[in-house]
């Protein structure tokens, strides 16, 4: 299964609370939650670029599954990390504290962030 393809975030859930925790201002939270959010995925085998476009905010991310990568992480801040895959169809991340889990399923793809009790959830569908 291939990831490649432009989606759009259809809803999300527990959005406020988790990127507080996060440490995002409450202004761009606020501007963020009311914003349709776009995500582009380019797979190529075990290489991939994701664009996640937010209003202005553009934020990108180049990996190859299984090598140690410089992740932009959804602060604007740069740290080290680790995708990896599960099955063909689920791709998952640990990077500083946070984990990520990115499943797509047909035409849709949930992302879900992790932040010790805290989930957010973000459900997006291709265009």
Do not use: W
């Amino acid at each position: 299964m291939s990831f490649t393809g432009k989606y759009e975030l259809q809803s999300q859930e527990n959005f406020e609370p988790f990127m507080k925790a996060l440490g995002l201002p409450d202004d761009q939270i606020q501007k963020g939650k009311d914003l349709k959010s776009t995500t582009e995925i380019v797979q190529d085998g075990k290489k991939f670029k994701v664009t996640v476009t937010t209003g202005s905010k553009v934020l990108k991310n180049e990996f190859t599954v299984g090598e140690e990568c410089e992740l932009e992480m959804l602060t604007g801040e740069k740290a080290k990390g680790i995708v990896q895959m599960e099955g063909n169809n689920k791709l998952i991340a640990n990077v500083k504290g946070l984990k990520s889990v990115t499943e797509i399923n047909g035409d849709t793809i949930t992302h879900t962030m992790m932040l010790g009790d805290l989930t957010c959830k973000r459900i997006s569908k291709r265009v």
